[in-house]
């Protein structure tokens, strides 16, 4: 009957006969064994097993078992082999960069970079930052474009590049070790052995401290100012690229897509003027707003939802001293 069988359910039936067999066979027995073999002047250690009785493992018997990676030969101290040295040729692979997820586990583990005392106040206090405090600090490096994503993967942006060399000009910035040292100043607040006036007056001589050396560092380092006016000039031509048209307040800066909302390239200026890039529950196309900036309203649009009524309605958008409106002629 086992002869007459496919050849995929004798496999199966052979492989949970062996799996039962097992079950009830001896152990498998090994020795953990260190081998130290000398070739000249150089030493070179294996770390492995050395079978003694094979076991359940006799039921098994294919390659991959009886040469497993870890084996080792029966060998006796002081016996002589044949030794033969090769120099592998092989190329290195960048790490895999971090997601959200693996950057906020690093995060939360960064005291095992640390020395042992500093390491223990950190893995007291989980890490750098709290879970609720982590994924904020991530959001807001997304949101001023230190950091992008693509494809689930985070990537530092040019100015994220610009911004990690000029903090690094004072290490204490960049120092998980600092954390650990307030972490400790707080706890010594709680056991009432420093005051918080004490800590709080010594995070204000810092704050005003970094103020003072951290510019003139970044102003006398002609490499950061070289990559900061590059960095400038492609911010401004990809929002050259990005603009959709010419502000309609100050009439010299880019409206241009600021993510939640359109706005002027020269708000630090102290241009304001921005446009919404929804209204009244509508998405506002891209063609009403360069329509806006240009002639002050837009055509009848479609699709706007009363806050009190919640019917749809039509209307058009009309510009008033920079405020938008609806205009129901």
């Given at each position: 009957q086992l002869a007459k069988l496919p050849v995929l359910q004798r496999q199966v039936y052979d492989l949970v006969l062996k799996t039962t067999l097992a079950m009830f066979a001896g152990?498998?027995?090994y020795t953990e064994t260190t081998i130290i073999t000398q070739v000249g002047e150089a030493l070179f250690k294996s770390v492995g097993k050395v079978p003694i009785n094979p076991g359940w493992r006799r039921l098994f018997k294919t390659k991959s078992v009886e040469q497993g990676k870890d084996t080792l030969p029966e060998v006796t101290p002081g016996q002589t082999v044949q030794a033969v040295l090769t120099t592998p040729t092989k190329q290195t692979t960048p790490p895999k960069p971090f997601t959200e997820g693996t950057l906020i586990t690093a995060m939360k583990t960064a005291g095992k970079t640390l020395d042992a005392d500093e390491a223990a106040v950190l893995k007291d206090v989980e890490g750098i930052g709290t879970e609720a405090t982590r994924a904020n600090v991530l959001e807001t490096l997304k949101r001023r474009h230190y950091l992008v994503t693509n494809k689930n993967e985070l990537h530092v942006s040019g100015t994220g590049v610009t911004l990690c060399q000029?903090?690094?000009?004072?290490p204490l910035?960049?120092?998980?070790?600092?954390?650990?040292?307030?972490?400790i100043a707080l706890k010594e607040i709680g056991k009432k052995k420093r005051t918080?006036?004490?800590f709080l007056g010594q995070i204000k001589l810092l704050i005003q401290k970094l103020l003072k050396e951290v510019p003139e560092q970044f102003a006398q380092n002609a490499y950061?100012?070289?990559?900061?006016?590059?960095?400038?000039?492609?911010?401004?031509?990809?929002?050259?690229q990005a603009a959709v048209g010419v502000c309609p307040i100050c009439k010299t800066g880019e409206i241009s897509d600021r993510g939640k909302f359109y706005g002027c390239s020269n708000y630090k200026n102290g241009c304001k003027f921005?446009?919404?890039k929804q209204w009244s529950g509508k998405k506002l196309p891209i063609s009403a707003i360069k329509q806006?900036?240009?002639t002050g309203e837009t055509a009848q649009l479609k699709g706007f939802k009363s806050k009190k009524m919640g019917k749809t309605f039509s209307a058009k958008l009309k510009?008033?001293?920079?405020?938008?409106?609806?205009?129901?002629?």
């Open positions: 152990p498998y027995e000029a903090v690094a000009l004072e910035l960049t120092s998980p070790s600092m954390t650990a040292k307030w972490e918080p006036e004490n950061l100012q070289t990559q900061l006016v590059a960095q400038q000039q492609v911010e401004q031509k990809q929002q050259a921005t446009l919404p806006l900036i240009k510009l008033e001293a920079g405020k938008l409106r609806f205009d129901f002629n």
